[in-house]
């Protein structure tokens, strides 16, 4: 865990820093998936900050961590989700296939409805017949309605039905699942410029939302395949899946820094409510002062 390697190359405080240790530290934010940018701009910052200080103890250098880290990931922060909006909020959620798109939208089912909004999910990826069935078995669990047209339907046609079914049936939320293909890259971003437009000209303001799904645990890489979603502007806020699964949280804040975009939630496993709304301080102090937490404490409750 990070805090305790920190705790390995700094020592419990001796004398200040040496530049060996910095280049340990350095180390370890990296393997921590940091980014290369991110850890030199904290590594210099650390150097700058204790520059004149006689002792320097392990609890010392995660409180400047703790400082760079909340720089980038509050930035920004401002209230999430489509609550303000007069019905339907219309709610994308776009990604690569197998970061847990489908997963997290039943969580965001369960959390919606948890907060008393009727919920109707659009199975709007209709390259995939097991996402559709994926989808209608979250829409089941979560007491949802479902919207879904024969494999391979235009996309953007089942969005305009499900957002007519939404009017019709006086629901609160349409969440949209999307394709994530990406060997027909550029038709992809156009399909899902498509899906924009028809939002647009149903519902004022529409889509409220549009969430990028990455999963935390494809580390750099993943965060290159995100930044392809980035070039269909209107990613509103970022989601971070599977961050049970690894121990290099380090990668939320790289891929804050590296999309500008908030994130908004984590997800910490496979359930409907293994979601946890993103808070920057209780995700920094989880992350260098009691880690594990996340997992098991801070978790959305919703009502079952
Ligand atoms: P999609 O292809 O993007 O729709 O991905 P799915 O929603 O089908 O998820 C792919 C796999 O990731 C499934 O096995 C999910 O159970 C798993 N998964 C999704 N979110 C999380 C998470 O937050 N933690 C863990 N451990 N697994 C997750």
Known sequence: DLSARIEDVVGSGQSRLTEEQLDDLEAVLIQADLGVKT??????????????????????????????????????QSAAGPSSVEGPAVVFVVGVNGVGKTTTIG?????????????????????????????????ERTDSDFVKQSAGADPAAVLYDAIAASRARNRDVVIVDTAGRLHTKRNLMEELDKMKRVAAREVDGAPHEVYLIVDATTGQNGLIQAREFMRSSGVTGVIVTKLDGTAKGGIVAAIRKDLEIPIRFVGVGEKLEDLIEFSPEAFVDGLLFEEGAQSSDRRVQAES
Do not use: P
């Not at 959390?111 to 078995?137: H, M, N, P």
């Open 107 to 139: 969580k965001l089912a369960r959390l919606y409805s948890s907060q008393g909004k009727s919920v109707l999910l659009c199975a709007s990826d209709t390259f995939r017949a097991a996402a559709v069935e994926q989808l209608e078995i979250w829409a």
């Open 39 to 76: 850890t030199m701009e904290i590594i210099d910052q650390i150097r700058e900050e204790t520059r004149g200080e006689r002792f320097i103890t392990s609890f010392q250098v995660r409180r400047l961590l703790r400082t760079e880290l909340l720089k980038i990931l509050a930035e920004d």
